[in-house]
């Protein structure tokens, strides 16, 4: 499992975890978190996130 941070806000999307409350469950991988959804903190899309180690 991989985590992604926002790079505008620091935002860290854990895929373990998912985001229950947007309606991604635990285990889902960044690709497969759709499109269009944006950053609960700042509202940027997905294209302003990048693979970290933490």
Do not use: N
């Not at 941070?5 to 759709?34: N, Q, S």
């Amino acid at each position: 499992m991989k985590t992604y941070l926002c790079v505008v806000c620091g935002f860290v999307y854990d895929e373990a975890e998912g985001r229950p409350e947007d309606g991604i469950a635990p285990g889902t991988p960044w690709a497969a978190v759709p499109d269009h959804w944006m950053c609960p903190e700042c509202s940027v899309g997905k294209g302003q996130f990048e693979m970290v180690e933490i």
